[in-house]
């Protein structure tokens, strides 16, 4: 059992294990310490397995997977569940010292209001929220409150999408997300269809709703039920291509639930390049 120190350890820990022969390596943590361990295992080049035991605020890659919250159920899990082969998603960005970085991703990437929310979970819990509450409990209130403060103050986010081969499109989102998997923001089901083995992301375009309307919608995208609405646009994709419509505009990047810098960005999927235990 080793610690992580700060940001980024996961990885160095993960790459060093993998590299010394470890076969699975369990992730104790929230989204961000389980994609930091799936960086590690696929910078290493080993076909290593993937293991979760859930922790932290987030918890949606695991909610993809079917793993429970429950540590005693996701022991299970790690001792007789089955496993499977999934994508990843590559994304090639500007971090945020200026230099061009690549980096893996499991579940989404987005960039508009979520980014700001994303600051503001960073944070801490709401100040009216009890210490007692558990992570999953306050992490889901967290995100929900900051998406409805970002909602008040955000404009729409003008960005230049080119989908695989296709025709370049301007378009002015509230959000964009490239999902591999199906949730994100602390339980919302942004990609309702999205399939971990399917060779393709799942692209989410969230028009420029207004504050009002992202209230109102707040429960259906939760729920998985907004690709309905005229605003919300979906397509699949092996590559996508975004940068800022206008390049005096700085618009960062969320990538599973983490910060790591900004638009211009290449996303591109790795089909099942990665061993997970998962339920049976």
């Given at each position: 059992m080793?610690?992580?120190?700060?940001?980024?350890?996961g990885?160095?820990?993960?790459?060093?294990?993998?590299?010394k022969?470890a076969k699975?390596?369990?992730?104790?943590g929230?989204?961000?310490?389980?994609?930091?361990?799936a960086?590690?295992?696929?910078?290493?080049?080993?076909d290593?397995?993937?293991?979760?035991?859930p922790?932290?605020?987030?918890?949606?890659?695991?909610?993809?997977l079917?793993?429970p919250?429950?540590?005693?159920?996701?022991?299970?899990?790690?001792?007789?569940?089955?496993t499977?082969r999934?994508?990843?998603g590559r994304?090639t960005f500007i971090?945020?010292?200026?230099?061009?970085a690549?980096?893996y991703?499991l579940?989404?990437?987005?960039?508009?209001m979520?980014?700001?929310v994303?600051e503001?979970?960073?944070?801490?819990?709401?100040n009216?929220?009890?210490e007692?509450?558990?992570?999953?409990?306050s992490?889901r209130?967290?995100?929900?409150?900051?998406?409805l403060?970002?909602?008040?103050?955000s404009?729409?986010?003008?960005?230049?999408?080119?989908?695989d081969?296709?025709?370049?499109?301007?378009?002015?989102?509230?959000?964009l997300?490239?999902?591999?998997?199906?949730?994100f923001?602390?339980?919302?089901?942004?990609?309702?269809?999205a399939k971990l083995?399917?060779?393709?992301?799942?692209v989410?375009s969230?028009?420029?709703?207004?504050?009002?309307?992202?209230?109102?919608s707040?429960?259906?995208?939760?729920l998985?039920?907004?690709?309905?609405?005229?605003?919300?646009?979906?397509?699949?994709a092996?590559?996508v291509?975004?940068?800022?419509a206008?390049?005096?505009?700085?618009v960062?990047?969320?990538v599973?639930?983490?910060?790591?810098?900004?638009?211009?960005a290449?996303f591109?999927?790795?089909?099942e390049?990665?061993?997970?235990?998962?339920d049976?």
């Open positions: 080793i610690f992580t120190e700060g940001p980024g350890a990885v160095s820990l993960a790459a060093e294990a993998a590299r022969g699975l390596i369990v992730a104790c929230g989204d961000g310490t389980i994609s930091e361990v960086n590690g295992i696929l910078i290493s080049g080993r290593v397995e993937l293991g979760i035991l922790s932290g605020t987030g918890g949606d890659f695991r909610r993809t079917g793993i919250s429950q540590a005693r159920k996701a022991a299970t899990v790690l001792r007789s569940g089955r499977r999934i994508d990843v994304v971090d945020n010292s200026g230099a061009e690549v980096r991703f579940g989404v990437a987005s960039f508009g979520s980014t700001a994303i503001r979970v960073k944070e801490g819990k709401p009216w929220l009890p007692s509450a558990p992570d999953w409990f992490g209130i967290s995100f929900g409150a900051s998406m403060q970002t909602a008040m103050r404009p729409a986010t003008r960005v230049v999408v080119q989908l081969d296709s025709s370049e499109r301007h378009l002015a989102v509230a959000n997300c490239i999902a591999n998997a199906r949730y923001g602390g339980g919302m089901k942004i990609a309702p269809d083995t399917d060779g393709k992301f799942d989410v969230v028009g420029d709703l207004g504050a009002l309307k992202i209230f109102a707040a429960p259906r995208i939760y998985g039920s907004h690709m309905s609405m005229p605003e919300v646009s979906h397509a699949l092996k590559k291509v975004v940068r800022a206008d390049n005096s505009i700085e960062k990047l969320e599973d639930g983490e910060l790591p810098g900004r638009l211009p290449t591109q999927i790795i089909p390049v990665l061993r997970v235990r998962c049976t």
